[in-house]
């Protein structure tokens, strides 16, 4: 396996991307082209299982991060939310191993429901209501 840049190496991103499952599973499809693939092209057992090997991986440092704040969801945006059930059951079963009991019960895993478009859309509408705000006061 390659390497990745070295500006990655050691983050969560060369382990965690879209880009990188795009890779592992056009790898798993002879004559897939990962810049052409999306996180749900495929639906079988193996893809499932590199999903849900992510989730397991993102879920770990999601569960410090359930453990600090303690929120009533984790939402998966962006390409990610796109990626179906096995990301999301992988995600909760490292909650549940590694986050604090109640704080992990109390913490739903959910896709976000914008989908592909959930931080722009989001971005535009705080633009917006930034915008209200400030033409109100003036």
């Known amino acids: 396996a390659e390497l ?7 983050c969560l991103e ?6 990188t499952f795009c890779q592992q599973i056009a790898h798993t499809h002879p004559g897939s082209d990962p810049d052409h693939i999306g996180l749900n092209t495929f639906q079988d057992e193996v893809t499932d299982r590199i999903l849900n090997e992510a989730g397991r991986t993102l879920g770990r440092v999601f569960a410090d991060m359930v453990n ?6 984790v ?10 059930p096995a990301l ?4 909760e079963a490292s909650l549940q191993r590694w986050a604090q009991p109640a704080t992990a019960a109390a913490a739903k895993v959910v896709p976000a429901l914008l989908g592909e478009r959930a931080e722009l859309t989001g ?11 400030r033409n109100a006061s003036d």
Do not use: K
């Not at 600090?68 to 969801?73: F, I």
């Open 14 to 19: 060369a382990v965690i991307s879209v880009d």
């Open 88 to 91: 999301i059951r992988g995600v």
């Open 68 to 73: 600090l704040l303690n929120p009533q969801a």
């Open 75 to 84: 939402v998966l945006g962006g390409r990610l939310g796109t990626a179906g």
């Open 4 to 10: 990745p840049p070295l500006r990655n190496f050691g």
């Open 123 to 133: 971005a535009l509408q705080l633009a917006a209501a930034l915008a209200a705000r």
